[in-house]
């Protein structure tokens, strides 16, 4: 029992040294941006499935205060090759531009660019690799969309009003 007392202290300490420095949790007490934001993504699948993932992770606001205004390119190349010359693999890339603009008065606020990738496998039936790629779009949208959201959730002390 003495051996679990110094771990619950330093636990304790640490909790009061995070209150004390300003340390407030993002999804906190509804002063970030949870529910302010209006998401425009592009009108295609890749945009429907960032505007999604966007609303699930900083909420649909009835009233916005920001505007969010997300642009997606994605791209493909190989990225396994046989022996014999044939792609096994391919990699998926993509890169998101965003801008957060004032909704009242269309000031830029903030702005960004967010890239990444994911990969699919092209070695089973013309349908399996069709459904790979779908798939591997889908896993890049929300890889985007949850990087954007990263990046707002730090801006969220900066837009305070």
Same mark, same amino acid.
């Given at each position: 029992?003495?051996?679990?007392?110094?771990?619950?202290?330093?636990? &304790?300490?640490? =909790? =009061?040294?995070?209150?004390?420095?300003?340390?407030?949790?993002?999804?906190?007490?509804?002063?970030?941006?949870?529910?302010? &934001?209006?998401?425009? +993504?592009?009108? *295609?699948?890749?945009?429907?499935?960032?505007?999604?993932?966007?609303?699930?992770?900083?909420?649909?606001? *009835?009233?916005?205060r920001y505007v969010l205004r997300v642009t997606q390119t994605q791209g493909r190349r190989s990225a396994a090759i046989s022996d014999d010359g044939d792609t096994?693999?391919?990699?998926?890339?993509? +890169?998101?531009?965003?801008?957060?603009?004032? *909704?009242? +008065?269309?000031?830029?606020?903030?702005?960004?660019?967010?890239?990444?990738?994911?990969?699919?496998?092209?070695?089973?039936?013309?349908?399996?690799?069709?459904?790979?790629? +779908?798939?591997?779009?889908?896993?890049?949208?929300? &890889?985007?969309?949850?990087? &954007?959201?990263?990046?707002?959730?730090?801006?969220?002390?900066?837009?305070?009003?």
């Amino acid at each position: 029992m003495s051996s679990k007392l110094p771990s619950r202290r330093l636990a &304790i300490l640490g =909790l =009061l040294a995070l209150g004390g420095c300003g340390f407030v949790p993002v999804y906190g007490d509804g002063t970030g941006l949870r529910d302010t &934001i209006a998401f425009e +993504t592009d009108d *295609s699948v890749a945009g429907y499935r960032m505007r999604v993932q966007l609303e699930q992770r900083l909420g649909k606001p *009835s009233v916005p205060r920001y505007v969010l205004r997300v642009t997606q390119t994605q791209g493909r190349r190989s990225a396994a090759i046989s022996d014999d010359g044939d792609t096994t693999r391919y990699n998926l890339t993509g +890169t998101a531009r965003w801008t957060l603009k004032d *909704s009242a +008065t269309g000031d830029q606020l903030e702005s960004g660019e967010v890239d990444s990738f994911t990969s699919y496998s092209a070695t089973g039936s013309t349908t399996a690799t069709q459904a790979a790629e +779908t798939d591997a779009a889908a896993r890049l949208s929300v &890889i985007l969309a949850d990087m &954007i959201a990263d990046r707002l959730l730090i801006l969220t002390p900066k837009l305070a009003p």
